[in-house]
């Protein structure tokens, strides 16, 4: 009913409209008596085989939304009764900011693909936490933690601090997000000298005064154009930090898989051409960290194949965002009956024995 009825209406509005719309009838729908519930007729029957315990959280299944997909925290609940495992809300800036000047998406329906160049617009943190402080729903939530635009590099720390700060009560794990390609010298910020500064500024948080429950676990998010150079000394930095895992990847600068590179238009590339380098890079990951860092692998993921091709690659939890927008509020629960008909047919007790099996 999405492919043939709401997608073509949406497909009409500029795309970010169109994401502004649908975040909206997701709020309205979980503001509403009984609209989760019905939320949850799209999504699977709840299988214990698909959960999965990662960086001391149990996760539903390990199929998450994205970073990008609900920035300001607006529809969590709505998110998480379709049937994703998790939502990563964010990235979220200390200070409310309005991103880079618009039109800044781009849909590419013929290569199943987005192109954004948002650059983090966000409500700031305090608005964030409101939605989310006394939370009554069950799911596990991320957030994606980002600096301002106007923050210099060598002041990001305490920026990625404050979000930590702020929104700490109200998040299961955060994930430090330096490779976005739409802010400024962000991406510069990936050096193991960054990388250090910054988590040595949240385990300051983490570890302050008056908080009653566990340190949160701290991630980084890693850009899929690093050099193999940039690549080691960030994992080396992620490793030193005691990083609870890597998220891979965020989106790409690189066009080359696209019939036309479209040079008019800024921003990173996600869906379908960025498959295969994600799933590269993620492999290159595991081969360099083995079982010490875990894993969330991103990019092009749309089917319940492909997030058995990420697990067997080692990834132990995948999110999505591209797929989601062309194939609709059905697609968590596509996917999740998916992975359950596998391990039935496989015969497997847990889904989690397949993580680093290989292909
Ligand atoms: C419109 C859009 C906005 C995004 N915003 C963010 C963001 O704020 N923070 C972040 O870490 N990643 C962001 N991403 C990247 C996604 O989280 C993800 O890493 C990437 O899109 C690859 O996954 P996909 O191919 O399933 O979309 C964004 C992606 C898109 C398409």
Known sequence: ??????????SRIEPEKAHAIALRSLRAAQATPGGLALLRTLSAP???????????LR????VGAAAGMDKNADAVAALLALGFGCVEAGTITPRPQPGNDRPRVWRLPEAAALLNALGFPSNGAAAVE?????????GVVGVNLGKNKETPAEEAAKDYAAVLDRLWNCMDYAVVNVSSPNTPGLRALQSRAAILDIFSALRVVNRSGGR????RPLLLKISPDLTDDQLDDALAAALEASAAGVVVANTTLDRSSLADPLPGRPGGLSGAPLREKSLALLRKVRQRVGRRLPIIGVGGIAT??????????????????TAFVYAGPGLPGQIVR????????EGLKSLEEIVGAGA
């Open 130 to 138: 409101k939605r989310l402080a006394g939370r009554t729903f069950a």
């Open 59 to 62: 996760f539903a299944n390990p």
């Open 46 to 56: 709840r299988d214990p085989r698909l959960e999965i315990r990662a960086f001391g």
């Open 1 to 10: 009913m999405y492919r043939a009825l709401v997608y073509p209406l949406l």
């Open 212 to 215: 009653a429950r566990a340190p």
């Open 338 to 345: 998916g992975l359950s008909e596998y391990v039935r047919r």
């Open 304 to 321: 319940a194949e492909d997030v058995i091709q990420r697990m067997k690659a080692g990834a132990c939890l995948v999110q999505l965002y």
